[in-house]
């Protein structure tokens, strides 16, 4: 079964970095659209970045700053946050669709002090 394993969420303080990782199982990696969102407290999930084969793509709020790769072999995808503000807060998700069906990882939660 399709299995989305996220890590790497941490506290950091506002102007810090950091790296997300998901591995992803199940699927044909490579031939796989990845995405992340994000699930502030009392707020509704939204899409942070996507990338499909080697092209990405970003929410406006997040370009500039964010960086969505993929590593093939390694069946994963990463997020490279930089200049964070605390209203990058939340639980951020990894994302993938196999026919027709959505997947979710848990989740891996970061905080960012102000």
């Known amino acids: 079964q399709v299995q989305l394993v996220e890590s790497g969420g941490d506290l950091v303080q506002a102007g810090g970095s950091l790296k997300l990782s998901c591995v992803a199982s199940?699927?044909?990696?490579?031939?796989?659209?990845l995405a992340w969102y994000r699930q502030a407290p009392g707020k509704q999930r939204e899409f942070v970045a996507s990338?499909?084969?080697?092209?990405?793509s970003y929410a406006t709020i997040v370009k500039g700053r964010f960086t969505i790769s993929r590593d093939n072999a390694k069946n994963t995808v990463y997020l490279q946050m930089n200049s964070l503000k605390s209203e990058d807060t939340g639980v951020y998700y990894c994302?993938?669709?196999?026919?027709?069906?959505?997947?979710w990882g848990q989740g891996t939660q970061v905080t960012v002090s102000s």
């Open positions: 199940g699927i044909i990696f490579s031939d796989n659209n």
């Open positions: 990338i499909s084969s080697d092209y990405p």
């Open positions: 994302r993938t669709s196999l026919r027709g069906y959505v997947y």
